[in-house]
């Protein structure tokens, strides 16, 4: 019976060294981020042409998290990133109006885990590219 408890004890401790150790797969992690931040901006932009009134997406640099507003500045829809953070300089915020068209044009950089992401958005239509 000691050497059964003792076997499973052994076992139990290079479980546990083992699991504690397993790499982790962050490129999976940083897919998963940019694609949800892109979903995110598309529903600012969907949500702007199912009201058919401009929402605002601000950037808070502080807290690492993106803010939809309506346009009257009630917020709507807040995301906070969980591996990416928001890199200085760029777009501080921009408008999604009323047919889906943004009012500015310019890139807002993330930085995830080793790697900058850049998305680039262009003055019309809303659209946006993803650069790596």
């Known amino acids: 019976m000691m050497e059964m408890m003792l076997t499973l004890a052994v076992v139990s401790i290079l479980l546990m060294l083992t699991v504690q150790s397993a790499p982790q797969n962050n ?3 940083v897919d998963r981020e940019v694609d949800n931040i892109a979903f995110f901006f598309q529903l600012a932009q969907t949500n702007a042409l199912n009201t058919k009134q ?17 346009g009257y500045g009630e917020t ?11 890199l200085q300089g760029g ?6 109006k009323s047919n889906g068209d943004t009012n500015a044009f310019g890139t807002i950089r993330f930085h995830c885990m080793d ?11 809303g659209r946006f590219r993803i650069e790596r």
């Open 76 to 86: 709507l829809e807040t995301y906070t990133l969980n591996t990416c953070k928001i």
């Open 115 to 125: 790697e900058t992401v850049n998305f680039v958005f262009q003055i019309q239509k």
């Open 27 to 29: 490129a999976h992690t």
């Open 91 to 96: 777009l501080s915020g921009f408008l999604y």
């Open 54 to 70: 401009a929402h605002v997406v601000e950037f808070d640099r502080t807290k690492h998290r993106i803010v939809i507003k309506s």
